[in-house]
């Protein structure tokens, strides 16, 4: 567009964002919801080699960056088609536990007791949970019509209430899910087979850390497969510290939202 020519809202846009500790993931899809008024995004948060995550940086016009965000708007252009894969939902026994308070991506009870007793109970480590060191994916229904989205524990506060990636629905459904190497492997090779199918001039896939690290001495095998199904379109593959991707309700409506132990794809 030339200087002054009005060229219209945005169709989508993609976010590169710093990893910020002190707050969910949600609270940056919050700002960006606002500023786009809500536009379909797509993107990751920053991660790095180091387990604070300390040097971890956006890059944005030839400079780095530790709390900037990396920002591309996508006018006139057909919006593109996004997948998400976490785990396999048909290993997930179907949980009727209803979270019944949180605050953002904080967890405090589930069916009106503790979460921390209550995921206990159901085969999540008290330890590692308020270790935050590991462990299961808890997996938030949003009872939307939408597809489960999966959480990482990073932690619990002096209360003992769960702190969390991403938001914690409030009356939404609660289970545990599973993710080993085997989990990992199974789920990409679902998804990479939809895109193999796909007609596409280029794709961009982000693929969390804690899939990365589950894969143990095969953390090359998730990339190596991307390798085999893009039919020669050029892509980029990398790590996440947090995966940014919409989904759409029942209704068909598109929803902003951040994901954790998700390999997300955006084809074009």
């Known amino acids: 567009a030339t200087a002054g020519e009005a060229i219209g809202k945005p169709v989508y846009a993609l976010i590169y964002a710093p990893l910020m500790q002190t707050c969910g993931g949600d609270e940056i899809i919050r700002s960006f919801d606002k500023a786009t008024g809500a536009i379909p995004l797509f993107g990751t948060v920053t991660v790095d080699h180091l387990s604070t995550y300390e040097t971890s940086q956006t890059i944005l016009n030839g400079k780095a960056y530790a709390t900037n965000a990396a920002f591309v708007a996508v006018y006139n ?9 976490s785990v396999d939902f048909t290993k997930v026994k179907r949980s009727k536990a209803i979270i019944t308070s949180s605050e953002r991506n904080v967890l405090k009870t589930i069916n009106g007791i503790p979460a921390i007793d209550y995921l206990e109970q159901a085969g999540y480590p008290r330890d590692l949970m308020k270790a935050g060191t590991g462990g299961a994916p808890i997996l938030i229904d949003y009872c939307d019509g939408s597809e489960p989205i999966a959480r990482t524990v990073f932690g619990t506060t002096p209360e003992e209430y769960i702190f969390s990636g991403g938001d914690i ?23 990479l087979k939809l895109i193999e199918a796909d007609k596409h001039a280029g794709l961009l896939m982000y693929s969390c850390l804690a899939r990365y690290l589950t ?24 790590v996440s510290g947090g995966e940014i991707c919409p ?13 954790n132990f998700t390999l997300v794809v955006c084809e074009f």
């Open 77 to 85: 252009a057909p919006l593109p088609t996004m997948r998400i894969i």
């Open 169 to 191: 629905q409030e009356g939404g459904a609660i289970s545990v899910g599973i993710l080993n190497a085997d989990e990992v492997t199974t789920t990409a090779e679902n998804l």
């Open 247 to 259: 989904q759409k309700d029942g209704k068909g409506v598109w929803h902003n939202r951040f994901h």
């Open 215 to 238: 894969l143990g001495d095969k953390k090359a095998s998730e990339a190596e497969r991307v390798n085999k199904v893009t039919n020669g379109a050029p892509y980029a593959y990398a």
